[in-house]
């Protein structure tokens, strides 16, 4: 599969995380802090109440590592979980998960003609944006999917602020996530892909920027802890009360 110097072509990255599932949940198993910290942007969402009363998408759920952490920052909350990748999906849903979670598959620039409707509370996007076609777009349809005063919350890498961050992911990548990814697949499309769409993807400042120009109020991030200090992020913003904010 052919990656370019920003990744492979975004239509094609539901296939390669087909190709991918079988081993997703080992190779992120092995990343220190993997879970841990998408606990932590899930908690940085500040859900009030655990959740009670309260709808939550989980926007590219993938295998359900997003879903598990919101489950904890919110276990009184419905949650649904969507992703267009059905190997990942199907991993997602074997899990044991309380009736309160569901999945559906769906692009996200598909939700409606799955029957993913708003309003909701709140919004989790795990690593999904970075592989979006049309991110400005999708970002503004997530938004109009929120209740006003819902928050939105994005957690992703970004290392372009940052040399030392740059640094440390070429070499995170080449000396683990390419060759174990390499070894267990059989292929290593789809983490030269992660590799690439990194490097090309906006600093912290331009994605913050991003949120603001798709009418979020609010936009702040915070960073990670470990390894990942200054290369994942938790990006959050608000739905504004009204409009015209």
Same mark, same amino acid.
């Given at each position: 599969?052919?990656?370019?110097?920003?990744?492979?072509?975004? +239509?094609? /990255?539901?296939?390669? &995380? @087909?190709?991918?599932? $079988? =081993? *997703?949940?080992?190779?992120?198993? #092995?990343? %220190?802090?993997?879970?841990?910290?998408?606990?932590?942007?899930?908690?940085?969402?500040?859900?009030?109440?655990?959740?009670?009363?309260?709808?939550?998408?989980?926007?590219?759920?993938?295998?359900?590592?997003?879903?598990?952490?919101?489950?904890?920052?919110?276990?009184?909350?419905?949650?649904?979980?969507?992703?267009?990748?059905?190997?990942?999906?199907?991993?997602?849903?074997?899990?044991?998960?309380?009736?309160?979670?569901?999945?559906?598959?769906?692009?996200?620039?598909?939700?409606?003609? +799955?029957? /993913?409707?708003?309003? &909701? @509370?709140?919004?989790? $996007? =795990? *690593?999904?944006?970075?592989?979006? #076609?049309? %991110?400005?777009?999708?970002?503004?349809?997530?938004?109009?999917?929120?209740?006003?005063?819902?928050?939105?919350?994005?957690?992703?890498?970004?290392?372009?602020?940052?040399?030392?961050?740059?640094?440390?992911?070429?070499?995170?990548?080449?000396?683990?996530?390419?060759?174990?990814?390499?070894?267990?697949?059989?292929?290593?499309?789809?983490?030269?892909?992660?590799?690439?769409?990194?490097?090309?993807?906006?600093?912290?400042?331009?994605?913050?920027?991003?949120?603001?120009?798709?009418?979020?109020?609010? /936009?702040?991030?915070?960073?990670?802890?470990?390894?990942?200090?200054?290369?994942?992020?938790?990006?959050?913003?608000?739905?504004?009360?009204?409009?015209?904010?």
């Amino acid at each position: 599969m052919r990656v370019e110097r920003d990744g492979m072509a975004r +239509s094609a /990255v539901p296939d390669a &995380f @087909d190709a991918g599932a $079988a =081993a *997703y949940d080992r190779l992120v198993g #092995a990343n %220190p802090g993997y879970h841990a910290h998408l606990r932590l942007s899930a908690r940085r969402m500040r859900i009030p109440d655990g959740g009670r009363g309260l709808r939550l998408l989980d926007a590219g759920c993938g295998t359900g590592a997003s879903t598990a952490a919101l489950l904890v920052a919110a276990p009184h909350a419905e949650i649904v979980g969507v992703d267009a990748s059905p190997e990942m999906l199907a991993r997602a849903a074997a899990k044991p998960w309380p009736g309160s979670v569901r999945f559906v598959r769906a692009r996200v620039e598909d939700l409606g003609e +799955s029957g /993913v409707a708003g309003p &909701f @509370d709140g919004i989790f $996007a =795990a *690593y999904l944006v970075r592989n979006l #076609a049309d %991110p400005n777009g999708q970002l503004r349809q997530l938004r109009a999917l929120l209740r006003p005063g819902g928050t939105f919350a994005a957690h992703e890498y970004s290392v372009r602020d940052s040399l030392g961050a740059t640094v440390v992911w070429h070499a995170v990548c080449w000396s683990v996530i390419i060759p174990a990814g390499t070894v267990l697949t059989g292929s290593s499309a789809l983490y030269r892909h992660l590799w690439r769409s990194v490097t090309s993807f906006d600093g912290a400042r331009r994605f913050r920027q991003r949120l603001v120009d798709a009418g979020f109020t609010g /936009v702040h991030s915070e960073t990670m802890t470990g390894w990942q200090r200054g290369v994942v992020h938790t990006f959050l913003g608000t739905n504004p009360l009204r409009e015209d904010a």
